[in-house]
Nanobody, 127 residues
Framework: QVQVVESGGDLVQAGGSLRLSCTAS????????ITWFRQRPETTREGVSCIGWRTTDLDSADSVKGRFTISKDVARNTVYLQMNRLEPEDAATYYCAASRYLLCGDRWRNTHFYIDWGQGTQVTVSS
């Protein structure tokens, strides 16, 4: 049985940093494109950053480019999201999801292409 688990969410002041982690059991994260999504109350889930099976296969939402970095540690079977210069608008529940594909491609923002999801970790940013 596949289980995806996010951690690292916390309350942080605007301008601060957090690092989210995504680990999995029953699943090798390096075999799939992995994406961080986020969801604010009463909004749709938004793709934040994707990493494919090649670490050079990366993409991010314009709103986080230059501030957030996605990476993975294959030995630890963990994908990270380093979030710097956090803004109040970044406050959300962050989810890690494993795609059915190896590559991020141009559809990585589409939630329908993900088959394994974590339960989310809450990020709160105070202004």
């Amino acid at each position: 049985q596949v289980q995806v688990v996010e951690s690292g969410g916390d309350l942080v002041q605007a301008g601060g940093s957090l690092r989210l982690s995504c680990t999995a059991s029953g699943l090798t994260l390096d075999d799939r494109a992995i994406t961080w999504f986020r969801q604010r109350p009463e909004t749709t889930r938004e793709g934040v950053s994707c990493i494919g099976w090649r670490t050079t296969d990366l993409d991010s939402a314009d709103s986080v480019k230059g501030r957030f970095t996605i990476s993975k540690d294959v030995a630890r079977n963990t994908v990270y999201l380093q979030m710097n210069r956090l803004e109040p608008e970044d406050a959300a529940t962050y989810y890690c999801a494993a795609s059915r594909y190896l590559l991020c491609g141009d559809r990585w923002r589409n939630t329908h292409f993900y088959i394994d999801w974590g339960q989310g970790t809450q990020v709160t940013v105070s202004s």
